[in-house]
């Protein structure tokens, strides 16, 4: 019997449009109904996962958002948040200023903001990208997972350009960086050389890494979500598309990775299902007998 349901967003749950299709989340909701659990497990903080938890009524139901990949858990229904860990400017002021002189855009995220830093190619870059698409003059200049420009303020208002490190003057609950894909592995390999034995390094999409504080990750906040309610391994589906959903696909007995997923990515899945933007969750659920 399935007790509980945990999945990313990006790549995931949502389509390329940031969505969730409409009959997927009806059949979630019906799922709720029946007393499975909804859990949201991604990069992003509260802030930015809420709009959508409400979206599939888990303030009605018993569920869970799974933030900033395992640093945080909030009972949506509780309303109550667990913080398991944040990282003090001086936790990561080796690690970033090693970044700030590399070719890529660099955010240390806290709860409702960012620090942001990109160099005078990637300004200029953006320059021309905001001519083009002809963008007003308040748009972001930050990057997303997806493009060098993304509008983030619905989740990170309190965005800060930074100059030096030694703006970042608060506590910080990740690192991302953006990169185009081919450049972004060569530093991915350059950080887990130099820095896998201070923090974790996850690459979430092709073009965006996370860095986290050593020991955490999805898979272990998931574990202690499973242990807290009594869940077994053959109780929980998960579901995900990047590097950092691996760690929930070794908790549970029946993992999907999604079809636009990379190779190795879908090698530690113990299923693979249709893409995002065809429906994967709902094809999985209707193959499994959960949904129509």
Same mark, same amino acid.
């Given at each position: 019997?399935?007790?509980?349901?945990?999945?990313?967003?990006?790549?995931?749950?949502?389509?390329?449009?940031?969505?969730?299709?409409?009959?997927?989340?009806?059949?979630?909701?019906?799922?709720?109904?029946? @007393?499975?659990?909804?859990?949201?497990?991604?990069?992003?903080?509260?802030?930015?996962?809420?709009?959508?938890?409400? *979206?599939?009524?888990?303030?009605?139901?018993?569920?869970?958002?799974?933030?900033?990949?395992?640093?945080?858990?909030?009972?949506?229904?509780?309303?109550?948040?667990?913080?398991?860990?944040?990282?003090?400017?001086?936790?990561?002021?080796?690690?970033?200023?090693?970044?700030?002189?590399?070719?890529?855009?660099?955010?240390?995220?806290?709860?409702?903001?960012?620090?942001?830093?990109?160099?005078?190619?990637?300004?200029?870059?953006?320059?021309?990208?905001?001519?083009?698409?002809?963008?007003?003059?308040?748009?972001?200049?930050?990057? @997303?997972?997806?493009?060098?420009?993304?509008?983030?303020?619905? @989740?990170?208002?309190?965005?800060?350009?930074?100059?030096?490190?030694?703006?970042?003057?608060?506590?910080?609950?990740?690192?991302?960086?953006?990169?185009?894909? +081919?450049?972004?592995?060569?530093?991915?390999?350059?950080?887990?050389?130099?820095?896998?034995?201070?923090?974790?390094?996850?690459?979430?999409?092709?073009?965006?890494? *996370?860095?986290?504080?050593?020991? =955490?990750?999805?898979?272990?906040?998931?574990?202690?979500?499973?242990?807290?309610?009594?869940?077994?391994?053959?109780?929980?589906?998960?579901?995900?598309?990047?590097?950092?959903?691996?760690?929930? =696909?070794?908790?549970? +007995?029946?993992?999907?990775?999604? @079809?636009?997923?990379?190779?190795?990515?879908?090698?530690?899945?113990? =299923?693979?299902?249709?893409?995002?933007? *065809?429906?994967?969750?709902? *094809?999985?659920?209707?193959?499994?007998?959960?949904?129509?």
């Amino acid at each position: 019997m399935i007790k509980a349901i945990v999945m990313d967003m990006d790549g995931t749950l949502l389509d390329s449009n940031n969505k969730i299709l409409p009959e997927t989340k009806k059949a979630l909701i019906d799922l709720e109904k029946k @007393g499975v659990s909804l859990i949201l497990a991604s990069g992003r903080s509260y802030t930015r996962l809420l709009p959508y938890a409400k *979206e599939l009524e888990m303030d009605k139901y018993h569920g869970y958002l799974l933030e900033v990949d395992g640093i945080a858990i909030y009972d949506v229904h509780e309303n109550k948040r667990s913080v398991l860990k944040r990282m003090e400017p001086q936790e990561i002021e080796e690690v970033f200023t090693y970044l700030m002189g590399l070719d890529c855009e660099s955010m240390a995220c806290f709860d409702d903001g960012l620090f942001d830093y990109f160099n005078e190619d990637i300004y200029q870059l953006k320059v021309q990208l905001r001519k083009e698409m002809n963008l007003p003059d308040d748009y972001p200049w930050t990057a @997303g997972p997806w493009a060098w420009l993304a509008d983030m303020r619905d @989740g990170y208002p309190k965005i800060s350009y930074i100059k030096t490190f030694d703006e970042i003057n608060r506590l910080v609950n990740k690192i991302q960086l953006m990169q185009d894909e +081919d450049k972004l592995a060569i530093i991915y390999a350059d950080l887990l050389d130099k820095f896998s034995n201070q923090f974790e390094i996850f690459r979430t999409c092709p073009r965006q890494l *996370e860095i986290l504080p050593k020991g =955490f990750s999805k898979g272990k906040t998931l574990e202690r979500i499973m242990k807290q309610n009594g869940w077994q391994k053959d109780e929980v589906l998960a579901f995900g598309d990047g590097e950092n959903d691996v760690s929930l =696909f070794e908790v549970v +007995d029946n993992s999907y990775a999604m @079809g636009q997923a990379k190779d190795y990515v879908k090698e530690k899945a113990a =299923f693979v299902t249709k893409s995002n933007n *065809e429906q994967g969750i709902l *094809e999985a659920l209707k193959q499994l007998g959960l949904a129509n």
